[in-house]
């Protein structure tokens, strides 16, 4: 004979049970589930069968069920999951008090945190085939009538939340409500006709989680999504459901990151004009919170941040009553927690709630915690800043440059006045084509008269000849190059007239031929063989060569220097400007130097060959009067060209 189950009474029932026999009670129904769920399959679904008050028990649980307050209401409420579990999995055929939506509802609300039973759902839901019963359909058109009827009744709410509870867990519920337009219709005219809160919230939630399941991965309907905005947007206004649900909650982000395929076009362009209903980084959108520091500088307060005298304000109860509707598996604590972290915005927390986006710190803490029973709400000393007290003096009139003008007395000439450009259709084609004054081309012809055209020649200051042999050519960046050139064209003349001398045998290293050769270009054995090997297998290099310096005279040849300055007659005789005796420099405008000059001192150049004895000579010439002369003369030259621009020195 089977053990018969006692139905769980309702909480009003449950105060008035004596502690005793209460815990008599926890003690039976944790005895007999232990029992059935040690049973094997074939038993279990025998005694199911045979015993409907299990079944009874079952559905009086999790109707009637609140939150554990001790160890063993929180096994009894682990225990009747397992065996919810086990029946809806193994029991065949299911018990049909076990698939009402009615049920299901209350599961989902009483296992809010449970991870296993949104797949549980799903499988009974498609084993079942539960958008096909009769019950269900029932249940959708009473849900319609009664979104129209503008809820009312407080049952209305209720039934609300008990709709969110199950479309949280259960996104083939969602699915079979979004069958036609009917119900998306009933909930956009109920959000319009409702006046309270509470059940605007309630009604946003609804439709945000139907519109959610519509984009589940494993059974997407994009093209039923995209058709019931599109219906919803047709028919929006500032005070529409759809504005609303785009501004609380992140529907537009989860279809950004949903869609795909071909109806990924379709949705872009449809999130792209809902961006006017999205609110701005401030108003919803995921904010990191900073916490802030508690220095302790206030009045004594509780565990929850309130005073301990009276435990919370007064206000805040509407607040946690509201978001408990929508999430009942929320302890009242925590809930006041959440209002204290986002300044009593239960938009915002609602947001959070649904998107999973709150900081990380509330994930370590118990989401049912209840505040302690028995705190009177604050009544008293709501705002004691508020004291009465005189009205401050106005702060004075600012007042700026442009009061009592024109425009500020409204005395201004309107035809003065241009909004834009004054000749909007004046081209440049048109500014050039049109007269220019005669003033204006006078200024430019009188610009020109005054141009001296002598301004941008060459300043040749401190050209080697014009500063007395003062400048130390010794160190010339282009030294090195002149030296490889001599030593090359000594090379290559020895290549033309005895190529020999260049072979690789010891007895032309030790030839007098070769010694030479070394001792004029300072080169090695080696370096003078590999010139000439290169040179053997490039014939355009011995042709270059030879074009260099057979054709050319050499590098003999000085470069010469021409003049810097313009003569009307280069080759007339006798003139100022007429060079003397080829190395003489004209100047400008009868600024030639009397006498002609050599390049040099005695003949002999500082940069020659350092063992020559010349050019010691000469350097010795040169270090001789310097410290006398230094660069006087190059200075006094410098003075007389600043003098003569008009310009300080």
């Known amino acids: 004979m089977e053990i018969p189950w006692l139905s769980f009474p309702p909480a009003g029932l449950e105060k008035s049970i004596m502690l005793e026999e209460w815990q008599i009670c926890l003690n039976s129904w944790l005895f007999l589930a232990h029992n059935h769920l040690l049973e094997s399959t074939k038993v279990f679904c025998l005694k199911v069968t045979k015993n409907p008050s299990l079944v009874e028990f079952l559905v009086s649980y999790v109707k009637n069920s609140s939150e554990p307050v001790n160890a063993k209401e929180n096994d009894l409420r682990r225990e ?80 609300l939340a008990s709709v969110v509870a199950l479309l949280r867990k259960c996104y083939h519920y969602g699915q079979f409500l979004m069958l036609g337009s009917d119900l998306i219709d009933a909930l956009s005219t109920a959000y319009k006709k409702s006046k309270a809160k509470i059940s605007k919230q309630k009604i946003v939630a609804v439709s945000y989680f139907c519109l959610l399941s519509l984009m589940e991965p494993d059974q997407s309907r994009i093209s039923t999504l995209l058709d019931h905005l599109y219906g919803l947007k047709a028919t929006s206004t500032d005070e529409s459901l759809l504005k609303a649900v785009v501004e609380s909650t992140p529907l537009l982000q989860r279809i950004r990151t949903r869609t795909a395929g071909p109806e990924a076009a379709r949705a872009k362009s449809l999130v792209e004009s809902l961006k006017a209903f999205e609110k701005l980084p401030n108003g919803r959108l995921v904010k990191p919170v900073n916490s802030k520091i508690d220095k302790g500088k206030r ?35 925590f809930v006041v927690k959440l209002l204290d972290e986002y300044d009593d915005d239960t938009e915002r927390i609602t947001a959070h709630l649904l998107d999973d986006s709150l900081p990380q710190r509330f994930n370590a803490l118990d989401r049912t915690e209840n505040l302690p029973e028995g705190a009177a709400p604050q009544t008293h000393d709501l705002a004691p800043s508020l004291e009465p007290h005189s009205t401050p003096p106005l702060l004075p009139i600012r007042r700026n440059i442009y009061d009592d003008d024109d425009f500020d007395r409204l005395a201004v000439d309107t035809s003065k006045v241009a909004l834009g450009r004054r000749n909007a259709d004046l081209t440049a084609d048109k500014l050039l084509s049109a007269p220019q004054p005669s003033s204006q081309k006078a200024a430019i012809l009188s610009a020109l008269a005054a141009f001296d055209s002598d301004d941008d020649e060459r300043d040749d200051t401190y050209d080697v000849e014009d500063v007395g042999g003062t400048v130390d050519s010794t160190n010339d960046d282009n030294a090195d190059e002149r030296r490889e050139e001599v030593h090359e064209e000594a090379l290559f003349n020895t290549y033309k007239t005895s190529p020999e001398v260049f072979s690789r045998d010891s007895e032309t290293r030790r030839g007098k031929y070769r010694a030479a050769l070394k001792s004029e270009t300072g080169m090695t054995d080696e370096a003078v063989e590999g010139w000439g090997i290169m040179a053997g297998r490039d014939p355009r290099r011995l042709q270059r060569l030879e074009r260099k310096y057979e054709m050319s005279g050499g590098a003999a040849s000085q470069t010469q220097l021409g003049r810097s300055s313009w003569t009307a007659d280069s080759g007339a005789e006798g003139t100022e400007d007429s060079d003397v005796g080829g190395n003489a420099r004209g100047g400008r405008g009868g600024r030639g130097r009397g006498r002609a000059r050599e390049r040099g001192r005695g003949g002999a150049s500082v940069a020659g060959p350092s063992g020559d004895k010349e050019t010691q000579a000469a350097r010795q010439r040169k270090d001789a009067s310097k410290g006398s002369r230094a660069n006087h003369n190059r200075r006094d030259q410098r003075a007389r060209k600043m003098a003569r621009g008009g310009l300080m020195g």
């Not at 991870?115 to 849900?143: C, F, G, I």
């Not at 307060?301 to 309130?306: A, E, K, M, P, V």
């Not at 304000?313 to 604590?333: M, N, R, T």
């Open 80 to 159: 009747c999951f397992l065996l919810i579990h086990r029946v809806l999995s193994e029991a065949k055929p299911t018990p049909q008090l076990l698939l009402d939506w009615a049920f299901l509802a209350d599961l989902s609300r009483v296992y809010a945190k449970s991870t296993v039973l949104p797949r549980l759902l799903v499988d009974v839901w498609r084993q079942e085939a539960l958008d096909e019963r009769l019950s269900m359909r029932t249940h959708k058109a009473n849900l319609i009538l009664e979104l129209e009827n503008n809820l009312t009744n407080g049952d209305s709410e209720e039934l």
């Open 299 to 333: 009045k004594d307060r509780d565990q929850y941040g309130h005073d301990s005298e009276t435990s919370i304000h007064v206000h805040k109860i509407s607040l946690v009553a509201q978001l408990q509707d929508l999430f009942p598996d929320l302890g009242s604590a």
